[in-house]
């Protein structure tokens, strides 16, 4: 691996987030914002309070009508802070009942989200970077490279906005938040951003706002070993690893983090990560024809996994253009569960949800996949 490829696995690569002239409040926790009422508006430190009920609860970002502040308030956060809220530039809807929404950003930027609405939940899959530096062969986001990171304000946004959109599709009125589950295992690698990643969490899990539950949160990493340690320690939040191969000629191959922490390495870290109340680990496992699908590798992962309070997400292939890489047949996914579950492993096939819209594992590339308008139309088929 050159040295410049090895640097892109350090934080904060990609273009700087371009500076703002005004206070983003998406971005702030409840302790920052009340650090500057205090300090830059000279205001009492409950107001925060309040606000943070009017953003992240009632989901209102129009200052008027924010009633229990004053008119001078109001009139002050106008002209100090602001809101970067994401542009809907394109929903998606499969027939699954997934829906994909590509979101634009302050900057002209574009990541996608998807929600996943099932009878016993509701989930998000959020992005946290614009692109991807990891380069996973099999994955479209990495053939964009990395652009920038977002924001922990575009990445609670996210959230904010499908919170909306639920409660205008389905009618729900009120503060009820629809969302009940969230998954960063969008667009980016969430540990190559981790100091945004573990704001926007904090911001997330507030009780005075978003009020997500840990159990609830699961971030999902290529296996970015030092981040892992500090992902342990500073979150609560659930941990899954892009596993995905069984031998370090295999993962180094399809997955160039491998290169710089090999399979080893990776899961010694996971054997430290502290799993609390009971929770396990999650390794997700792309199933790709010919590459990891043999007898061989199952029995490998047994071993890799043996001991480890885990459970092993199986996930057939979502085919890209010009990858090279291609999807199991459904008997053969069912077979690899079959000797999984025989040596003792806690296995599931995953199922896809939104693969005829791009919206399925390792398609978010910003791909409009719309049907073409009907003929004699100029309007497209499902842009909102």
Known sequence: MTKSAESSFEPSQGEPIPAQPKVDLFSLTLPDLQKFLVEELGEKPFRAKQIYAWLHQKGLTDFDQMTDLSKALRQKLKERTDFKPLTKDLEQRSVDGTIKYRWRTFD??????????SPDRRTLCVSTQVGCAMGCTFCATGRLGLARNLTPGEIVAQVHAVNREIRINEGISGTFRPLTNLVFMGMGEPLHNFENLKKALTILQSKEG??????????STVGLVPMIERFGKETEVKLAISLNATTDEQRSRSMPVNRKWNIAA??????????RYGRRVTFEYVLLKGFNDSDEDARRLIDLIRGLPAKVNLIPYNENAGLGYHTVPDERAQQFRELLLKGGVDAFIRENRGRDIAAACGQLANVDKRPPPARGSTQPAVLS
């Open 108 to 117: 002209g930027r574009f990541i996608e989200s998807v929600y996943m609405p």
């Open 210 to 219: 978003p009020n997500f539950s840990a159990r609830h949160i699961t971030v």
């Open 266 to 275: 990776l899961m010694e870290a996971v054997r430290k990560f502290p799993l």
